[in-house]
T-cell receptor, first 113, second 109 residues
């Protein structure tokens, strides 16, 4: 049972480059989330999708876009990477359309130079 | 602004030395409080959900409790494998969780 799978695990980008972080879950969950984790700041929500076909901004959406491709997949795109986007990114999913326990992927460590 | 704080920032215990971690919250409303464990290089792993003051949940050496302003994660007779960062998160009736910064626990053999 894979749970939540993120790719890639590590990535180094140059300032201005673009990339897409991929996330897929095999638990038939309705809601999916993208968080970033920075030292001393806790997890901060970038975007979420409460159900297939919907996406909404979280606490720190600037510089990011998302696509809920289908019920399983939720991708995060950085159009023009900046050093401030250096972080660890986590995708998560939860079964309901309101907050229930979330299941997290292993994370993507992104460095923007 | 809704806020979640955790203390201490880091805690070192000897194996078998019981202690408690604190999660304090200031939120407009509380639908639920969640505890997660995070190992280095991995994503958070769900531990407990608490919904109302006075509620308690237990799992092995861990017990979580909830009051109107804070939650405690009690660790009884910890082992080295309990070493991790423990995160709490609050569902404030918004569309997402508000996470605290975490407590980094080290249990020495």
């Amino acid at each position: 049972n894979a749970g939540v799978t993120q790719t890639p695990k590590f990535q180094v980008l140059k300032t201005g480059q673009s990339m897409t972080l991929q996330c897929a879950q095999d638990m038939n969950h309705n809601s999916m989330y993208w968080y970033r984790q920075d030292p001393g700041m806790g997890l901060r929500l970038i975007y979420y999708s409460a159900s297939e076909g919907t996406t909404d901004k979280g606490e720190v959406p600037n510089g990011y876009n998302v696509s809920r491709l289908n019920k399983r997949e939720f991708s995060l795109r950085l159009e023009s990477a900046a050093p401030s986007q250096t972080s660890v990114y986590f995708c998560a999913s939860s079964p309901g359309t309101v907050n229930t326990e979330a299941f997290f992927g292993q994370g993507t460590r992104l460095t923007v130079v | 602004e809704d806020q979640v704080t955790q203390s201490p920032e880091a805690l070192r215990l000897q194996e078998g030395e019981s202690s408690s971690l604190n999660c304090s919250y200031t939120v407009s409303g509380l639908r639920g409080l969640f505890w997660y464990r995070q190992d280095p290089g991995k994503g958070p792993e769900f531990l407990f959900t608490l919904y109302s003051a006075g509620e308690e949940k237990e799992k092995e050496r861990l017990k979580a409790t909830l009051t109107k302003k804070e939650s405690f994660l009690h660790i009884t007779a910890p082992k080295p494998e309990d070493s991790a960062t423990y995160l709490c998160a609050v569902d404030n009736y918004g569309q997402n969780f508000v996470f605290g910064p975490g407590t980094r626990l080290s249990v020495l053999p």
